[in-house]
């Protein structure tokens, strides 16, 4: 079992910066982490993940303008959201996949709001 535990969400106005953080409750280098986010009525949405190798992958519509990291001894998975827009509104979700057994566990979420 992992527990994960997201911070960072709030209200931003259009172009403005957020930093979402994600603390789980055990090591992570086995495990590829990741940020999902659900708007209003849409389905949930990859928006980047990063194995322990540096390995990353984005979404088209946040690449250039969200950074995911990783720093394995603090068992934390960061989202720098910069130059957000009202379309990047959605609960953020922390997600973590263990390699080998390819389980997946979720955090509870938190809230991006980008409104002017």
């Known amino acids: 079992q992992v527990q994960l535990v997201e911070s960072g969400g709030g209200l931003v106005q259009p172009g403005g910066s957020l930093r979402l953080s994600c603390v789980a409750s055990?090591?992570?280098?086995?495990?590829?982490m990741g940020w999902y986010r659900q708007a209003l009525g849409k389905q949930r949405e990859l928006v980047a993940t990063m194995i322990s190798g540096g390995s990353i992958n984005y979404a088209d519509s946040v690449k250039g303008r969200f950074t995911i990291s990783r720093d394995n001894v603090k068992r934390t998975v960061y989202l720098h959201l910069n130059n957000l827009k009202p379309e990047d509104t959605a609960v953020y979700y922390c997600?973590?996949?263990?390699?080998?057994?390819?389980?997946?566990?979720w955090g509870q979420g938190t809230q991006v709001t980008v409104s002017s």
């Open positions: 055990r090591n992570i280098f086995n495990y590829v």
């Open positions: 997600n973590a996949k263990e390699i080998s057994s390819g389980y997946a566990y």
